[in-house]
């Protein structure tokens, strides 16, 4: 879109009869800020980015503890110690059972070294113990015990592997996280593009508020003076008056809004209420041609909410697995293999190691579960049709969004080109009639009606450009696509 000169700051200033106005200087502190720069420190300082940058930040870091924990894990164990002191039955040679008092302290050291199976689910892991039991009683005595090295696995049959299913979920919960902390940034964009124009056209209507009471304070010493000669009736004189008193007015209740909004804008950027934020003009508008159907695919791709829709996917998958292999027959498997040796001290009980084996096999067959189990696979199943069904429902009107996104955008650009032309049609039409009025070529309502008309004019043109800025940044919010730059929106 061409150049547009922002023609209402100098329709504020033109006129044969506007009043000197005051230069304020700036305090220290003083930021001027362009609608891009003001959106770049939003989304730098503003609060809402900050929190946005530290939810994306505990993402990372539930990913990498998350991948930490497949890596083989490192632990120690122990009991030092464990101290039994009781009355235990005690059997003897002839087969008789007496009852002794007896004292136990036993201690315990065992280093593990245990790695997931992400393709089945189960655990290898190699073991190295160490473990000493004093017996005090009718017979004092010690003994040692070594597991130089166990090495085993645990791997469920026959039931659902969650380590697989917990690693699809992740890898979409982090590029959830990633699309989401972009997403929230376009959000900041918004509501700060949204605050600039609440103070931008605050301190606008307050500039052309002020330039209503200049000119309404000089028609009115105008027209009294016309009074006292008799060239205009009482009534007259009565309405300028009145204009006068109503622009003042509305000189109170524009500068109330402007600090209203400047408030709102400094709260927006994450500044002090000392420092003093000037804006910049915004006097160009990109130029865009938003086609619907790259509309269409970009948000298709590049939205937050369709990965939600994958990961939802997932897990509706995930409950009928869970559902048909969780509560069925199902088998667990434990088997290891290693050395150990039992000794009277230390040394001992590293020399002339024992071979070590284990191996067991449990076995769980529900056998009447009143349909337990058919009524959890129906009820995971009713769920993941709900859940594609809300999905189109979701896409669709994800769809639906970019391609309206694109049409207003279309629709605003046109708009504040109308509204630019009409801005300018109404300052000039009220010059003209504000100057026919003072050498007295046409009456006071044809004077008044025409400031409405050109107060009204700015207003639309403000809104106009309001519009667009608005249009534009939520199309890039709708679809994550930088038009200008043609490529998706990056960090």
């Not at 937050?304 to 498997?333: N, T």
């Not at 801005?423 to 309502?445: P, S, W």
């Amino acid at each position: 879109m061409p150049f547009l000169r922002l023609r209402t700051v100098c329709a504020l200033l033109v006129g044969v009869l506007s009043a000197p106005t005051a230069v304020i200087a700036q305090p220290r502190g003083a930021i001027e800020l362009t609608l891009q720069e003001a959106i770049a420190r939003a989304q730098r300082d503003g609060l809402p980015s900050k929190a946005a940058i530290a939810e994306r930040d505990a993402a990372r870091q539930r990913d990498r503890a998350f991948a930490g924990g497949l890596l083989p894990q490192l632990s120690l164990n122990g009991n030092l110690p464990v101290y039994n002191r009781s009355i235990i039955p005690v059997l003897q040679p002839d087969g008789s059972t007496v009852f002794r008092p007896q004292q136990q302290n036993e201690s315990a050291l065992t280093m593990q070294v245990s790695q997931r199976l992400p393709i089945t689910g189960g655990d290898l892991f190699i073991n190295s113990g160490l473990s000493r039991l004093d017996v005090a009683g009718e017979r004092d005595f010690r003994t040692w015990s070594s597991t130089p090295m166990l090495v085993g696995i645990r791997q469920d049959l026959f039931r659902p592997n969650r380590q697989r299913w917990d690693n699809r979920e992740q890898s979409l919960r982090v590029d959830i996280s990633e699309r989401a902390y972009r997403e929230a940034l376009e959000d900041v964009a918004i509501a700060t593009t949204s605050a600039f124009f609440d103070h931008f056209n605050a301190r606008i209507g307050l500039e052309n508020a002020e330039v209503n009471v200049a000119v309404n304070d000089t028609l009115f010493t105008l027209n009294r003076g016309r009074f006292e000669v008799g060239r205009i009736g009482e009534n007259d004189l009565l309405q300028s008056e009145l204009a006068l008193l109503r622009a003042r007015n509305a000189v109170d209740a524009a500068r109330l809004e402007h600090d209203r909004t400047l408030a709102s804008l400094r709260l927006a950027l994450g500044v002090g209420p000392a420092v003093a934020v000037t804006l910049v003009a915004p006097t160009t508008v990109p130029s865009v041609r938003a086609d619907t159907a790259l509309a269409v695919r970009e948000a298709l791709r590049n939205r937050a909410s369709i990965v939600e829709l994958e990961l939802g996917d997932v897990q509706a998958e995930r409950r009928i697995s869970e559902a048909k292999f969780g509560s069925g027959p199902g088998a667990s498997l434990q088997a290891s293999v290693g050395f150990n040796q039992t000794g009277a001290d230390v040394g001992s009980v590293y020399q002339d190691l024992r071979q070590a084996q284990r191996f067991s096999v449990g076995v769980q067959v529900p056998v009447v579960q009143w349909g337990v189990r058919s009524g959890q696979i129906e009820a995971a199943r009713a769920d993941r049709n709900r859940q594609e069904y809300s999905a189109q429902q979701s896409r669709e009107q994800t769809a639906q969004d970019a391609h309206f996104a694109a049409l207003q955008l279309a629709l605003a650009e046109r708009q504040l080109e109308l509204a630019a032309k009409a801005d300018t049609v109404g300052a000039k039409r009220f010059e003209v009639t504000k100057n026919r009025y003072v050498i007295g070529r046409i009456g006071m309502d044809n004077l008044y009606q025409a400031q409405t008309e050109k107060d009204g004019a700015l207003q639309s043109y403000l809104q106009a450009l309001r519009g667009y800025w608005a249009a534009y940044y939520r199309l890039r919010r709708v679809t994550m696509y930088d038009f200008e730059a043609d490529r998706p929106i990056t960090p």
